[in-house]
């Protein structure tokens, strides 16, 4: 795979953490009082969780890029791809089609990550880089990861930012 390609899913998860992080804490104040899908979190702490979740992809990204060899890298970085596009899926589509009200995600994730990353996907597989079900196991475990460490960011963000 082209040295560039993976870089283009920084573009994409930076791009849709920048809608997230502009609109998601108002949607969710906005809301809260019609459908309760999760706790709210204040945006300082949002945008901490934001912060994590960024800096762990550019973190996993360069660890492919400079050690493709590696299975750990190679799994974790495919694997987030993956989680990504589930995460458009649940919650923002879902979260959308249940609130009646746009999910701030939405738009950047149907046109910049679901594309982006179905690509450099598509293209790990023809390449033989992955094979589906490293894929799918990867993605599992991504997902299960991110699951579990994004509400633990927020908590931690409320600990840390005192303004």
Do not use: C
């Not at 082209?2 to 573009?11: D, E, M, Q, T, V």
């Not at 709210?40 to 973190?59: I, K, M, N, S």
């Not at 609130?99 to 994730?109: I, Q």
């Not at 589906?132 to 960011?153: C, E, K, W, Y």
Request: zero cysteines.
């Amino acid at each position: 795979m082209s040295g560039a390609i993976p870089i283009l899913f920084l573009f994409a998860i930076t791009i849709h953490n920048i809608e997230e992080g502009i609109w998601l804490t108002r949607q969710q104040t906005s809301t809260q009082a019609n459908v309760k899908m999760h706790d709210v979190v204040t945006q300082d702490q949002f945008l901490f969780g934001l912060l994590w979740v960024t800096g762990f992809a550019y973190l996993i990204t360069a660890l492919y890029m400079f050690y493709p060899d590696i299975g750990l890298f190679k799994y974790a970085y495919f694997g987030f791809l993956g989680a990504m596009i589930i995460n458009i899926i649940f919650p923002h589509l879902v979260s959308t089609i249940i609130e009646r009200s746009y999910s701030p995600g939405l738009m950047t994730g149907v046109l910049v990550i679901i594309p982006i990353n179905g690509l450099i996907i598509h293209a790990g597989l023809d390449l033989g880089i992955i094979t589906v079900l490293s894929f799918i196991f990867s993605t599992l475990i991504m997902g299960a990861f991110l699951v579990i460490s994004i509400p633990f960011s927020f908590r931690l963000g409320k600990q840390l930012i005192h303004f």
